[in-house]
């Protein structure tokens, strides 16, 4: 999805398979640290009382694992369907 909004906008995104392993966990990880983070605050810690610290912490953790997860899922995928590198396309 990313790639189809960066191109609407005048850029040349390459797809997450072909992003360094880096760059791939960086970007989904992000994505669901803020999303999960901000709804958890909203719906289940801010009435909880857990203290900010405390989310930031849990935040950062689950950001760090879901784009570890999910940057080793896009390798994989880039080893089964055997795709070439990117400098070669």
């Known amino acids: ?6 191109r609407k906008m005048g850029f040349k995104p390459r797809p997450i398979c072909y992003e360094p392993f880096a760059k791939a966990a ?11 983070g901000l709804s ?5 810690w ?15 953790l689950a950001g760090l694992f879901f784009g570890i997860v999910m940057a080793a899922w896009n390798g994989r995928i880039h080893r089964m369907k055997n795709l070439s ?5």
């Open 1 to 6: 999805m990313h790639v189809r909004i960066g």
């Open 26 to 36: 960086v970007l989904p990880g992000v994505f669901f640290a803020v999303t999960w």
């Open 40 to 44: 958890m605050h909203v719906f289940v």
């Open 46 to 60: 801010r009435e909880a009382g857990r203290p900010i610290a405390v989310q930031g912490f849990s935040v950062a």
């Open 85 to 89: 590198s990117w400098d070669d396309l």
